[in-house]
C-alpha cells in the first residue's frame, strides 16, 4: 500500500513539474513570437500606413497561430493535472 | 450531482470533463457522444435555417438588416477565399462560410458560463453534459479529415491520378530519392489535418479549462478566491471570445488554403 | 478527449452542411450580391450621366435667356429708334406745315398790300385826276386825255 501511495505520489510530482513546463516554457515561446511579430506590424504600419488593413488581418492570422500552440500545450499540462491519465493507470492497476 | 458540496477542484474538473456517451456496439470506439452531436447539430440546424431564411428571398433590392448582416457575412468570407484562390470554385466559397459559421457557434458555446447547461440538465438526470463541441477532439477531427479528403479529391481532380502520384514520388528532392519524397509528402499530408484539428481542439479545450479552474475557485468558498476567480472569469472571458473569433477564422482560411494548394501544382 | 463513433456522425453532419451551404444557401446569396452590386453601380452611372445632362442643361438655359435677353434689347433698341423716327417725323411735319401757313399768311399779306396799294394809287389818280380836273376844268378834256392820264396812273 505504501508503494502505491509513493508511486502517486511521483507520477503526481513529476506531472506537475511537466505541467508547469509545458504552461511555461509554452507561454514564454509565445510571448517571444507575439512580441517579434506585434513589433515587425508596427514597424511595418509606420513605414506603410496604407498597407495597415491588409497587414492587420495577417497579424491576426498569425496572433491565432501563434496563441494556438501555446495554447494547446496548455490544455494538454491541464489535462495531465487534472485528470492524469497515468494515474488512472496506476489506480486501475492497483484496483485489479 | 447533489452531493457536489464536498466535491474538490479535481473532481469538479473531472465531472465535468465526463461525456454524456451512449454505447452504440461493442468496444470503446463504438460510443456516441451525444452531447457533441445534440449540440453541433443543433447548431447545423440554427445555422442552415438562418442563412436559409434569408437566402430563399434574397432579393437585390434594398436589403432587409438581417439579410445585410447574412450579406456582410458572406462578402467577408467570399473576400477572403478570392484573396486565397483565384479561380472558379463551386466548393471553396459555401466550405468556408459553414466552416466558419459552425466553428464560431460552436465556440461560443464556451463563453456561456460553464455550469449552466450542465446544471440545467441535471435537474432532468443527465449526469455529464459537455457544452462545447469544438472542445471535443473528434468535432474538430472531423472537420479536418472532410477537409482532408477534399484535398486529396480536388488533388486527384487537378492533377490526375499519375500526375498526382508523381508528384508525391517526386517532389521535393527529386526521382532518385524516391522513398524519402513518399515519406515527407506523407508527413506533410497527415501533419496538415491533425496540426488543424489540434489547433481548435487546443484552444478551445484549454479555454474551457481555465473557465473550470476559475470557477472553481469561485466556488471554493473564500472571499479572496471568489474575488480573484470573478475578476479572472471575467478577463479570460473576454479574451476567449477574441480567441473564438481568432480561431473560426483561423480554421477557415487555413481550410481553404490547404484545398487551394492542393488544387494547383508546386 | 479519445475518438470514438461521434467522429462519423460529425463528418456525416459536415459533409451534409457544406452540402446543403453548397446548393441553398451559396448561390442565391451571392447572386443578390453580385446583382445588387451592378444595381448600385448603374445607378452610380446614371447619377453621373443625369449630372452632367443637368449641367449641360443649365448652360442651354443661361444661352437662351442670354440670347432673349439680347432680343428684348434690340427690339428695345428699334422700338426706341422708331420712336424717334416717328417724333422726327411729326416735327418736320410741323414744322413744314408752320411754313405753309406762314407762307400762305404772307401771301395774303402781300395780297392784301398789293391791293391796298392798287386801291390806293386809284384813288390817287383819280384824285389827281379830280385836282387835274379841278385844275384844268376847262381846257382839257377827259375823254380826249383819257389814254394819257391812264399812262400816269400806271406809272405811279
Known amino acids: ?96 | 450531482m447533489s452531493t457536489e458540496a464536498p466535491m474538490g477542484l479535481s473532481e469538479y474538473i473531472t465531472h465535468h470533463l465526463g461525456n454524456l456517451t451512449v454505447q452504440v456496439g461493442p468496444g470503446g470506439f463504438w460510443t456516441l457522444q451525444v452531447d457533441t452531436l445534440a449540440v453541433s447539430l443543433i447548431f447545423a440546424v440554427i445555422i442552415s435555417l438562418w442563412l436559409w431564411s434569408f437566402a430563399r428571398r434574397a432579393s437585390s433590392g434594398v436589403p432587409s438588416r438581417g439579410q445585410a448582416f447574412v450579406e456582410l457575412v458572406v462578402e467577408f468570407v467570399d473576400g477572403q477565399v478570392k484573396d486565397v484562390f483565384h479561380g472558379d470554385s463551386r466548393l471553396l466559397g459555401p466550405l468556408a462560410l459553414t466552416v466558419f459559421l459552425w466553428v464560431l457557434f460552436m465556440n461560443l458555446m464556451d463563453v456561456l458560463p460553464i455550469d449552466a447547461i450542465p446544471r440545467a440538465l441535471s435537474l432532468f438526470g443527465v449526469e455529464h453534459f459537455r457544452a462545447v463541441p469544438t472542445a471535443e477532439i473528434t468535432t474538430t477531427f472531423a472537420m479536418s479529415l472532410t477537409i482532408f479528403v477534399l484535398t486529396i479529391f480536388y488533388s486527384f481532380r487537378a492533377k490526375g491520378f499519375g500526375g498526382y502520384m508523381k508528384e508525391v514520388f517526386t517532389e521535393p528532392f527529386g526521382p532518385w530519392l524516391a522513398p524519402l519524397n513518399l515519406l515527407m509528402n506523407l508527413i506533410e499530408m497527415v501533419s496538415k489535418p491533425v496540426s488543424l484539428a489540434m489547433r481548435l481542439f487546443g484552444n478551445m479545450y484549454a479555454g474551457e479549462l481555465v473557465f473550470m479552474l476559475l470557477a472553481g475557485m469561485i466556488g471554493a468558498g473564500s472571499a479572496v478566491l471568489f474575488g480573484l476567480g470573478v475578476v479572472g472569469y471575467l478577463a479570460w472571458g473576454i479574451f476567449e471570445l477574441l480567441i473564438i473569433l481568432i480561431q473560426a477564422f483561423i480554421f477557415m482560411v487555413l481550410s481553404v488554403v490547404y484545398i487551394a494548394m492542393a488544387q494547383q501544382h508546386h | 478527449m479519445n475518438l470514438n463513433a461521434t467522429l462519423i456522425g460529425e463528418v456525416i453532419a459536415f459533409a451534409l452542411l457544406i452540402w446543403f451551404c453548397m446548393h441553398f444557401i451559396w448561390p442565391p446569396l451571392l447572386n443578390a450580391i453580385s446583382e445588387r452590386q451592378k444595381k448600385i453601380a448603374d445607378g452610380l452611372e446614371a447619377a453621373e450621366r443625369a449630372r452632367v445632362e443637368l449641367k449641360q442643361a443649365g448652360t442651354q438655359v443661361a444661352d437662351e435667356v442670354r440670347k432673349a435677353r439680347q432680343q428684348a434689347n434690340e427690339i428695345l433698341g428699334q422700338a426706341q429708334q422708331q420712336a424717334n423716327q416717328v417724333m422726327e417725323k411729326a416735327r418736320a411735319d410741323a414744322q413744314q406745315e408752320v411754313g405753309r401757313q406762314q407762307a400762305v399768311a404772307q401771301a395774303n399779306l402781300e395780297r392784301m398790300t398789293q391791293n391796298a396799294r392798287e386801291q390806293l394809287r386809284d384813288q390817287v389818280a383819280s384824285l389827281a385826276v379830280r385836282g387835274a380836273e379841278k385844275i384844268l376844268q376847262r381846257e382839257v378834256d377827259p375823254a380826249v386825255h383819257k389814254a394819257l392820264l391812264d399812262q400816269l396812273v400806271a406809272e405811279i
Open chain 1, 1 to 96: 500500500m505504501e508503494t502505491l501511495q509513493q508511486l502517486i505520489g511521483n507520477i503526481q510530482a513529476f506531472t506537475a513539474i511537466g505541467a508547469g513546463l509545458m504552461v511555461g516554457l509554452g507561454a514564454l515561446g509565445a510571448c517571444i513570437g507575439m512580441g517579434v511579430m506585434g513589433s515587425k506590424f508596427l514597424e511595418a504600419a509606420g513605414r506603410q500606413p496604407e498597407l495597415m488593413p491588409v497587414l492587420q488581418s495577417r497579424m491576426f492570422l498569425l496572433v491565432g497561430l501563434i496563441d494556438a500552440s501555446f495554447l494547446i500545450s496548455l490544455a494538454i499540462g491541464l489535462f495531465f493535472a487534472f485528470s492524469n491519465p497515468l494515474l488512472q493507470a496506476v489506480r486501475t492497476a492497483a484496483g485489479g
